[in-house]
T-cell receptor, first 112, second 113 residues
Framework: DAKTTQPTSMDCAEGRAANLPCNHSTISGNEYVYWYRQIHSQGPQYIIHGLKNNETNEMASLIITEDRKSSTLILPHATLRDTAVYYCIVRVTQGGSEKLVFGKGTKLTVNP | KAGVTQTPRYLIKTRGQQVTLSCSPISGHRSVSWYQQTPGQGLQFLFEYFSETQRNKGNFPGRFSGRQFSNSRSEMNVSTLELGDSALYLC????????????FGPGTRLLVL
């Protein structure tokens, strides 16, 4: 079972910041939070990941709360091409190995 | 650097047949994971290979199997296909297993008639 919960859908105006929330209240101290997105029928695209500190790269910023029970992915200037399903994932350790457990994700629609 | 490649991209089979899908990881990546994506179940983990050994397996029947070659390329096989096996099969690679970022290929879309 997924260890994260996300809103089913969100809308954002083109050029504005898109803030996608994620709850992961059962996260363990050494588990990373990963964000991927999937544009219709393509393979998921890696966006960013973090453990405790906020992270930023050329695609997005990741804000993780101090208690690590939730995080927010920020796309600073959303474009139409950012319309996709965004997955917030906590890696699960199983049998000494780790795997990605995907939830339903958030369908982000960027409107012109 | 080239990304993860998967072949074929599309496939149509009939019930009872078997199918083999191929995945070539990013150069230098030695860990390969497979996922199945369906509208009803979403993205589900199938198995992970590293150094030609299966390290982890999801909750799928024994009809689903895989292997990895010495060059890190991987194949997955589904025998006795069922209608419910129609899905997008995704392969992801990383340099090593564990806490390494996985990069996904475009997927193979399988339709079982």
């Amino acid at each position: 079972d997924a260890k994260t919960t996300q809103p089913t859908s969100m809308d954002c105006a083109e050029g504005r910041a898109a803030n996608l929330p994620c709850n992961h209240s059962t996260i363990s101290g050494n588990e990373y939070v990963y964000w991927y997105r999937q544009i219709h029928s393509q393979g998921p695209q890696y966006i960013i990941h973090g453990l405790k500190n906020n992270e930023t790269n050329e695609m997005a910023s990741l804000i993780i709360t101090e208690d690590r029970k939730s995080s927010t992915l920020i796309l600073p200037h959303a474009t139409l091409r950012d319309t996709a399903v965004y997955y917030c994932i906590v890696r699960v350790t199983q049998g000494g190995s780790e795997k990605l457990v995907f939830g339903k994700g958030t369908k982000l629609t960027v409107n012109p | 650097k080239a990304g993860v490649t998967q072949t074929p991209r599309y496939l149509i089979k009939t019930r009872g047949q078997q199918v083999t899908l191929s995945c070539s990881p990013i150069s230098g990546h030695r860990s390969v994971s497979w996922y199945q994506q369906t509208p009803g179940q979403g993205l589900q983990f199938l198995f992970e290979y590293f150094s030609e050994t299966q390290r982890n397996k999801g909750n799928f029947p024994g009809r689903f199997s895989g292997r990895q070659f010495s060059n890190s390329r991987s194949e997955m096989n589904v025998s006795t296909l069922e209608l419910g096996d129609s899905a997008l099969y995704l392969c992801a690679s990383s340099p090593f297993p564990g806490r390494e970022t996985q990069y996904f290929g475009p997927g193979t879309r399988l339709l079982v008639l």
